[in-house]
């Protein structure tokens, strides 16, 4: 049973920082690339970063290159999001999804399959 669970959520002040996790089971990371999405109240879902399973390489939406990262743990077959310097417009949901290909194809959230059950992340002061 594939399942992907994530973590690390909270209540942040602008400027700091948090690291999301995503978990997966029923299926190894090793062939199937990872991407975070995220759906703050009123808009739609958007891709946010992926990190591909052929070769590592890895994407970010421009409104947080430079300031998120992401990784991958395939002994913990976890995928990490690191988020710094955060805003209150990174304030949303987040999931991990994958679409089940092994690279980072950008299709739009309705091409993936499994998600995870998303993480709050607020940013306010």
């Known amino acids: 049973q594939v399942q992907l669970v994530e973590s690390g959520g909270g209540k942040v002040l602008p400027g700091g920082s948090l690291r999301l996790s995503c978990v997966a089971s029923g299926f190894t990371l090793d062939y199937y690339a990872i991407t975070w999405f995220r759906q703050a109240p009123g808009k739609e879902r958007e891709g946010v970063s992926c990190?591909?399973?052929?070769?590592?390489?890895?994407y970010y939406a421009d409104s947080v290159k430079g300031r998120f990262t992401i990784s991958s743990d395939d002994a913990k077959n976890t995928v990490y999001l690191q988020m710094n310097s955060l805003k209150p417009d990174d304030t949303a949901v987040y999931y991990c999804?994958?679409?089940?290909?092994?690279?980072?194809?950008?299709?739009?959230?309705?091409?993936?399959?499994?998600w995870g059950q998303g993480t709050q992340v607020t940013v306010s002061s």
């Open positions: 999804a994958t679409d089940g290909y092994y690279y980072c194809t950008g299709s739009g959230s309705n091409e993936y399959d499994y």
């Open positions: 990190i591909s399973s052929s070769d590592g390489s890895t």
